[in-house]
């Protein structure tokens, strides 16, 4: 039943990874630009900010309710700080080119601000967490490792994926294209933020 219960827990890690989103663009906009092995610089900040994150959930949200409104209303700052990365990539002119666009610090932020992630974790996770630390010593903090390894399974896999791609996109109009297309991808998840936000606020 634990094992079940184990196999369970990555495939939840594995549908978390694959899940489109702001990190994954952003992976895949950095493996464009400096290869893969730079990209994975980006899963990296991305795996260390989500833990950071969902061990805090875990480790305050089995005695403190917050009410859901809240994250919500984060979100309008996650929403402003993919607006800012998706203006800077869409600058970007050449492969390689300028200083490093995806700090630790922003997709911390974009973590710590992203308000569907939050209630993602606390609705679909916590719960899980829970029913393992039943059946095992500190099985909510096993939860967390089984699933973080199964996101980052998947992230490495489609960016590795994507990076594959990188010969036919290196030509420099394609590379502005591409580039371009990625902070649109990054504007519609802002935009996403935003309008969950309002619609909670409002309904």
Do not use: H
């Not at 402003?80 to 666009?101: F, S």
Request: glycine share 6%.
């Amino acid at each position: 039943m634990i094992f079940l219960d184990i196999v369970g827990i990555f495939i939840l890690g594995l549908a978390g990874g694959a899940n489109p989103g702001p990190l994954i663009a952003s992976a895949f906009a950095e493996s464009l630009r400096n290869g893969f092995v730079k990209s994975l610089r980006i899963i990296f900040y991305g795996l260390v900010a989500e833990t950071i994150v969902a061990a805090f959930i875990l480790f305050l949200f089995f005695s403190i309710n917050i009410p859901t409104i809240v994250f919500y209303i984060i979100s309008f700052v996650g929403a402003t700080v993919l607006i800012w990365l998706a203006v800077q990539v869409w600058k970007i002119k050449e492969i390689g080119e300028g200083k490093e666009i995806f700090t630790f610090k922003k997709i911390f932020l974009l973590t710590v601000f992203n308000g569907p992630f939050w209630i993602f974790w606390i609705a679909v996770c916590l719960p899980q967490a829970y029913l393992l630390k039943e059946q095992i010593p500190a099985g909510n903090f096993m939860f967390l490792l089984i699933f973080e390894l199964g996101w980052l399974v998947a992230t490495m896999l489609l960016v590795y994926i994507f990076s594959r791609f990188r010969g036919l996109l290196t030509n420099t109009n394609r590379f502005q294209m591409v580039m371009k297309i990625i902070a649109v991808i990054l504007l519609f998840f802002a935009a996403k933020l935003i309008f969950q936000s309002i619609m909670f606020l409002i309904s």
